[in-house]
């Protein structure tokens, strides 16, 4: 499952680089939607209040900032992504926004996480699992760090099975947002996406991978016409 088209530290540069336009760019190119599916995923993790949540591939910070709230005052938040100008954004906003809760942005590489066995109560992972070169062992890692019966939901882009779909979808990318990107000095960065993606396993792979590494419980739940899915583990 070893992505090679992308080292690390190219994939690394790339979140470094594009930091300063990622949360426009997500709010232009999902019209808004990407936070509707942050939520679904955030409801998912089913994080409760006093717990210890882990957002992993945490970027600027979005699903972190949802968690907060979640697990309250008493609980705390770990982001952990290795794009150290993705977490110095994540951390401003937090300061302004949720300046009295528990947030610990930590740089660092979620294929081996810097964390004790069964660590956290749940966890949530945006748009990260198609980035990481290795996704099995991404998988192996958040199994590693829950608790037992513990849940994780993972958000990210689908490939949809319906073919008009699939076929909107690659136009969207194409000549949507990718052209959009490009005004942003971005369109190389963007294009990445779709390639991405043919590389990405579909829902029911995910759902077999996360059994293979003991997940007790998997299942994926599309969204906006397969073109999103979430994967919901239980370990
Ligand atoms: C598309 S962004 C998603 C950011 C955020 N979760 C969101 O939903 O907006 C993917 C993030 O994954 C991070 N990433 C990719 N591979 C990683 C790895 N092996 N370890 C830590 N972070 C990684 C990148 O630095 C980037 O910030």
Redesign the pocket.
């Known amino acids: 499952m070893e992505n090679k088209q992308n080292s690390?530290a190219a994939?690394?540069e790339l979140?470094n680089r594009i930091a300063p336009e990622y949360d426009r760019l997500?709010q232009w190119l999902s019209l808004g939607q990407h936070h509707i599916w942050?939520l679904m995923a955030v409801k998912w993790s089913e994080p409760e209040l006093g717990d210890i949540a882990l957002d992993l591939?945490?970027?600027?910070g979005?699903?972190a900032h949802l968690l907060a709230p979640k697990v309250g005052l008493k609980g705390q938040v770990y982001g952990?992504?290795?794009?150290a100008a993705?977490l110095a954004i994540a951390a401003d906003k937090a300061k302004q926004i949720l300046p009295n809760h528990s947030l610990h942005w930590i740089e660092?590489?979620?294929?081996n996480l810097p964390f004790a066995d069964n660590y956290f109560d749940c966890a949530t992972m945006?748009?990260?699992l198609r980035?990481?070169?290795d996704i099995k062992q991404s998988l192996k890692e958040i199994y590693r760090v829950l608790k037992p019966n513990a849940k994780a939901a993972i958000l990210d882009f689908h490939r949809p099975y319906h073919p008009i779909w699939r076929n909107f979808q690659r136009f969207y990318l194409d000549y949507l947002v990718v052209p959009l990107a490009g005004f942003r000095g971005l369109k190389a960065e963007y294009a990445y996406i779709n390639s991405s993606l043919e590389r990405f396993p579909q829902g029911q792979e995910q759902v077999e991978l996360a059994k293979s590494v003991n997940f007790q419980q998997a299942r994926h739940y599309s969204l906006a016409e397969g073109m999103m899915g979430v994967l919901v583990v239980q370990k």
């Open positions: 690390s994939i690394q979140f997500n942050k591939c945490c970027g600027s979005d699903l952990v992504d290795f794009a993705q660092g590489d979620v294929l945006g748009y990260g980035n990481v070169v």
